[in-house]
């Protein structure tokens, strides 16, 4: 089992990370309709969508939304959410889900660079791009690796419902991995997250050979410019 099916399956992933900012994901989605003059009835499809907080709020804004995640825990409970507009299903993001279909694709928050190869990478821009009708627009939202390296904290405890969380970060293999250890009922439980040092340049190979053309680079959720040594973000805006 991959690292990745492991620990988004975990009960432990959805505590550690519970208090995401909904609020912050709002405001980003808000943008990127201006931005992109999304119009109501869109279709849109979330790939690795986790829990459904950027799909159902795009349901909210008046598009009909599907989200897509590999981890059963994450669509279950997703599913809580849905309605006669917002579906949500297990699926691997490697394979097409529904071809030439979508208005608008986003692959949010760092839901990219999990597998050991590239051609694993490229198969998952590539079903996004075979997912899109011509015209669409593919989202993509990673973290700035450049930045994220530079202010790596190397290790760090945190407590969240009584549970601590030891923390350790490293870049080995242009991989930067995650070691997250835990201890409760007198169990020890062991975990990674391990992804992929993705630049701009690697991206923009990806969406060529994909068949999609990059028309906007942003730098964090405000849609700001991006720099490679300061943005919080890399968000990629591709048309098919």
Not at 24 to 44: C, D, G, M
Not at 91 to 111: A, W
Request: charged share 30%; aromatic share 12%; net charge positive.
């Amino acid at each position: 089992m991959s690292w990745f099916e492991k620990w988004f399956d975990s009960s432990y992933y959805h505590l550690l990370y519970k208090n995401r900012d909904k609020k912050e994901a709002q405001v980003f989605i808000n943008k990127l309709i201006t931005h992109l003059k999304i119009p109501r009835n869109s279709k849109i499809l979330d790939v690795a969508c986790g829990k459904g907080r950027h799909s159902v709020y795009f349901n909210k804004k008046g598009m009909d939304v599907v989200g897509i995640d590999l981890s059963i825990n994450s669509i279950e409970s997703a599913k809580k959410e849905e309605n006669s507009r917002l579906q949500f299903h297990k699926h691997d993001m490697r394979k097409i889900f529904r071809k030439n279909y979508f208005d608008i694709v986003t692959n949010l928050f760092t839901s990219i660079g999990y597998f050991e190869s590239d051609e694993d990478e490229q198969n998952a821009i590539n079903a996004m791009a075979l997912n899109l009708k011509q015209d669409g627009i593919l989202v993509i939202d990673f973290m700035n690796v450049k930045k994220v390296i530079k202010q790596l904290v190397k290790y760090e405890v945190k407590t969240v419902d009584e549970v601590n969380f030891k923390i350790r970060r490293k870049v080995i293999n242009n991989f930067i991995i995650k070691s997250i250890g835990l201890s409760e009922n007198k169990k020890h439980y062991q975990f990674q997250e391990k992804v992929k040092a993705l630049t701009l340049t690697n991206f923009a190979q990806y969406i060529k050979n994909a068949d999609l053309k990059i028309i906007n680079i942003f730098g964090n959720y405000r849609l700001e410019n991006f720099d490679e040594l300061t943005s919080e973000r890399l968000i990629i805006i591709c048309k098919k």
